[in-house]
């Protein structure tokens, strides 16, 4: 059973610094392709940033987080992390993992994460 599950979210002042996490359990973490999703209300679900590692770790961002945002994973915890600094009130929004198994998508089942002052 494909499991993601998400961690780290809450409440922070616009320029703070939250570190999300996803533990990955049910396939083979290291040759699946893992992403960041968020949502906000009102909006569309949106990709955030993307991981795959084959030989090194690569990552495409969206320009909307490209600077403030870095993700990671860390193969022996099957984990993958979202490092946000300088966050804006638009970060606002529920974070989701997602990856691809069985020829399906897996979603976890999301961390709220709000900036406000």
């Known amino acids: 059973q494909v499991q993601l599950v998400e961690s780290g979210g809450g409440l922070v002042q616009p320029g703070g610094s939250l570190r999300l996490s996803c533990e990955c359990s049910g396939f083979t973490f290291s040759t699946h392709y893992l992403e960041w999703h968020r949502q906000a209300p009102g909006k569309e679900r949106e990709l955030v940033v993307g991981?795959?590692?084959?030989?090194?770790?690569?990552?495409e961002y969206s320009d909307s987080v490209k600077g403030r945002f870095t993700a990671s994973r860390d193969m022996a915890k099957s984990t993958i992390y979202l490092q946000m600094n300088s966050l804006k009130p638009e970060d606002t929004a529920i974070y989701y993992c997602k990856t691809r198994v069985y020829g399906r998508d897996w979603w976890g089942q999301g961390t709220q994460v709000t900036v406000s002052s």
């Open positions: 991981i795959f590692t084959t030989g090194g770790t690569t990552t």
